[in-house]
């Protein structure tokens, strides 16, 4: 008898849904927080993917390893949207590799396949799986990263608030701690927000920032220096007496900017000047 992979295909077909249950209930009972929540989304995408196996048991390997990948794609990023977590995600994987060769090896008794016809054929499943968890993971990865990014970025956004105080003047209140991303945020919002208002005394108030090291303070003097670039004039306040001890022992030169210990400080020494 020749070993016929198209019976191995319609024994997978025909079991599609009591392998994607088993499958399911092994998840849910794993990880029950994640999988059980999601378990009726999940089956339905099991289901679709055992049944996807009669295709690529039976297709060319390349064939059958540009379908499998165009699946991890769409399915990386469905997962990732399900609030999975990708080791939870590619804990599914030994279990396919299980079932599917299980279907493999039954058939191949029942056929009397010989060991090089099994051999093969365990060996593309191996490759099918293999190509399944690389496009995944990538896709999950991508997906991820691009919903931080997303969320980063509206984190920036409400953390730069620029405050319009009256006539040509502004408010930029800091809190939490400054990294080079925020930085580079806090820059373009300071500026972008300066022309639109029209300000020309921009106040940096510190007050809500703990840590004000070295590389805090070269940006914020990068932030100064570009402000002054568009005729603004730029001050801090709200500077804590044990943040200056420590800005004093680090060596942080604020000589060249002016600094007052209150927003009213700054208001009035600003209208102070403009009399």
């Known amino acids: 008898m020749s070993w016929n992979m198209e019976e191995v295909a319609k024994k997978v077909t025909e079991q599609k849904y009591e ?21 009726t989304a999940l089956l339905e995408e099991r289901v ?24 991890g794609e769409q399915t990386g990023e469905y997962c990732s949207n399900l609030g999975m977590t990708i080791d939870v995600a590619l804990d599914e994987l030994p279990i396919y590799r299980e079932v599917m060769a299980g ?49 980063r970025a509206a984190l920036n956004e409400l953390s730069v608030p620029v405050v319009p105080l009256e006539d040509e003047i502004a408010v930029l209140p800091i809190i939490g ?19 639109k208002l029209n300000v020309s005394y921009f106040i940096l108030d510190l007050s809500g920032v703990p840590i004000i090291d070295t590389m ?39 000589n060249n900017i002016k600094t007052y210990a209150t927003l009213k400080q700054a208001l009035h020494a600003y209208r102070k000047t403009a009399l």
């Not at 679709?48 to 699946?71: C, F, G, H």
């Not at 991508?142 to 931080?148: P, V």
């Not at 701690?177 to 022309?195: G, H, N, P, V």
């Not at 570009?226 to 800005?247: D, F, H, K, Y």
């Open 19 to 39: 392998l994607a249950e088993k499958i399911t209930d092994i998840q849910n009972n794993k990880h029950p927080e994640q999988q059980v929540p999601i378990s």
């Open 48 to 71: 679709k993917l055992i049944d996807m196996y009669q295709e690529l048991l039976t297709d060319p390997l390349e064939v059958a390893l540009q379908k499998i990948s165009v699946w």
């Open 103 to 151: 279907v493999i090896t039954q058939e191949a008794k029942v056929q009397q396949a010989s060991f090089d016809e099994y051999s093969e054929s365990l060996t593309k499943l191996h490759r099918i799986i293999d190509q399944a968890a690389q496009s995944f993971s990538e896709a999950f990865v991508n997906h991820h990263n691009r919903l931080m990014e997303t969320a």
């Open 177 to 195: 701690t400054i990294d080079t991303d925020r930085a580079k945020f806090l820059m373009e919002e300071s500026l972008k927000q300066s022309t």
């Open 216 to 254: 805090v303070a070269q940006q914020l003097f990068q932030v100064i220096d570009s402000l002054r670039l568009l005729g603004v004039e730029a001050v801090i306040t709200g500077i804590r007496p044990e943040i200056a001890q420590t800005m004093v022992s680090l060596g942080i030169d604020f």
